[in-house]
């Protein structure tokens, strides 16, 4: 039987792998994974794929626009490993239609675990965090203005029912995350927000406080509006 294996890699530092994961990724007979080329630079750093010319280990692209591959030619291989750029897939990552496919047709499907920017910034958040919720990536354009409503009613939860605010963190673009902190200063302007900055990257940084005190800090720095960020609303 075939058998699908789930890696986490690196979302910045590339020490940031396991033993099993480099492990997986050299036995697999192909690897799916989101970009080939970055996925390729990171087999190298690693001397998976030979970098000398050398016929490397096969690479299948698969991301969220591509066509279901067929049962026939996941078939075809015995084992299958599947990466995406960065971090765990299928964690506001493609990945949970290949992983659909997969168990329909039979297939063994194994999780690699490994980094996450959502469990990375909430290790360093300074609270005790026993439930959160997670929403992934706000929208563009259409409804993005109701998430941010949605984040501030479960930071606040519901006074009527008794029901305490959980805290709530996300993932935002930098060409977004001073509007995505407008609006938080609109509907949650008195709660305590942690930003996540090119976690595990070379110019790593972590800050906190309300939403409006962050907007100074980025608008009066501009290079700290670049990278990618995790956010985090605490009730």
Known sequence: MST???VSTPIGNLEDITFRALRVLKEADVIFCEDTRVTRKLLEHYKINPP???EGKPLKSFHAHSLIPS???MASF???AYVTDAGTPGISDPGAKLVALARESGMSIVPIPGPSALTALLSVAGKEIKEFIFKGFP???KGRETFFREVAKEAFGDMNSKCVGRPVIFYEAPTRVLKALTFLD???PDNKIVIGRELTKKFEEVLEGTASELLVILTTNPLKQK???AILVIP
């Open 4 to 6: 699908l294996y789930i």
């Open 52 to 54: 000398d010319g050398r």
């Open 71 to 73: 049962t026939q030619y």
């Open 78 to 80: 015995s084992n299958i």
């Open 139 to 141: 929208p563009h354009k």
């Open 186 to 188: 609109k509907f949650c």
């Open 227 to 229: 990278g990618e960020f």
